[in-house]
């Protein structure tokens, strides 16, 4: 029977998966100074250490600022991060911003914090990078977080959209990078548990249970227990698209297929396209 994966079994598999991403979208370039947003959750200590190991073999050099934001929640163990930090030997800044009490002043009770409390952090990210000279961001979004987001908007926005591993932001100053999206969850997971990483809990929107992001991770947790490697199938799905196979006219269009003449006759065969869908 085989056993668990081992430490350097899981950090060479998220090592090669972190690799193939950057590779893929140009991620990282010679000479880029990359703000590295850590929140003391598993994903950004993985994302963190296995740039670091990159670092060191990579025939580019960049340079890591390592940047975490205290937003201010009550008992946020800071301290825990600035002590790891500093036993590292990480180029490491804690800022210190209260979005919480905005957070919870502006979100009713029981409605989703996520939305507003990450806008907030981005914008200071953002101010970050530019007072660091730097000119990459990166986020510790994984293979997961990227399917969960494709099905949020899927249900719930009418868009066909995942999250972009690689975004110029910031008015083309700052480029957003995400190195693992080739990434599982529960690698990442093995792997925080395997190097220890002092997690710090999320007391703001970890503390929902309400969230329409986690019914996402239950269903495709679902899905992939009942047809295990479907998250790596869909993951595949992301990247093998058929745009003449979708219901876009914009890209229709783009692609040089007939559509309608002009947008009023467009909108006119959505308005009987819409009906039809009702009667049916």
């Not at 000119?135 to 494709?150: F, M, S």
Request: with cysteine; proline share 5%.
């Amino acid at each position: 029977m085989t056993g668990a994966p081992s430490y350097d079994l899981l950090e060479k598999k998220l090592g090669r998966a972190a690799s193939r991403a950057i590779a893929d979208f140009s991620m990282i370039a010679d000479g880029d100074r990359i703000l590295v947003a850590v929140s003391g959750g598993k994903d950004s200590y993985t994302m963190l250490h296995l740039l670091r190991a990159l670092q060191r073999k990579a025939p580019v050099s960049f340079d890591l600022r390592v940047v975490n934001v205290d937003q201010g929640h009550p008992g946020y163990p800071a301290q825990v991060l600035r002590d790891y930090m500093a036993r590292e030997g990480y180029d490491f800044t804690m800022i210190e911003e209260d979005t919480y009490s905005i957070v919870t002043e502006k979100i009713p009770a029981g409605k989703t914090y996520c939305s507003l409390c990450s806008r907030l952090r981005r914008g200071i990210l953002y101010r970050a990078a530019r007072e660091f000279g730097c000119n990459k961001i990166a986020l510790g979004h994984h293979r997961d977080d990227i399917l969960q987001t494709l099905m949020l908007n899927l249900f719930f926005a009418g868009q066909l959209a995942a999250m972009p591993p690689r975004l110029v932001g910031d008015g083309g100053a700052v480029t957003v990078v995400r190195p693992l999206v080739y990434c599982a969850e529960d690698d990442i997971r093995a792997f925080a548990e395997l190097a220890a990483f002092p997690i710090l809990p999320c007391d703001l929107c970890g503390s929902q249970d309400n969230l329409q992001r986690k019914a996402m991770a239950r269903l495709l947790d679902g899905i992939e227990r009942d047809n295990p490697g479907a998250k790596n199938v869909m993951l595949s799905a992301l990247q093998n698209v058929r745009p003449s196979h979708l219901l876009d006219q914009g890209i229709w269009k783009a692609l040089g297929l007939p559509v309608a003449r002009d947008e009023e006759e467009g909108a006119s065969r959505a308005h009987i396209s819409a009906q039809r869908l009702v009667r049916d």
